[in-house]
């Protein structure tokens, strides 16, 4: 079994900044991707930004070059780094872990002020 984590989440003003985790643990072997998603309310999940074991990244068109994911390959850690903040960021955000399958954690919210 895996055991996905989120922290990080919380409440912040337009143009601030937040900083997502997620550490996965268990019966994980080979993970090859980890990533953060997001869902607002009455809208479909989303991707936000995802990174290989090769450290190749994607973000969404609406987070580029504000949003920075990195990744501890050695402790199964992905992070989210989130600059400029917009209301339009409000979301719960979910990390993926892939590892032949998806593993998804429960989710940490993040709300952005006007």
């Known amino acids: 079994q895996v055991h996905v984590v989120e922290s990080g989440g919380g409440s912040v003003q337009a143009g601030g900044s937040l900083r997502l985790s997620c550490a996965a643990s268990?019966?994980?072997?080979?993970?090859?991707?980890m990533g953060w998603f997001r869902q607002a309310p009455g809208k479909q999940r989303e991707l936000v930004a995802i990174?290989?074991?090769?450290?190749?990244?994607n973000y969404a068109d609406s987070v580029k070059g504000r949003f920075t994911i990195s990744r501890d390959n050695g402790m199964n850690t992905v992070y989210l780094q989130m600059n400029s903040l917009k209301p339009e960021d409000t979301a719960v955000y979910y990390c993926l872990v892939g590892v032949g399958i998806a593993y998804w954690g429960q989710g940490t919210q993040v709300t952005v002020s006007s």
């Open positions: 990174i290989t074991n090769a450290g190749i990244t």
């Open positions: 268990g019966n994980i072997f080979g993970i090859n991707a």
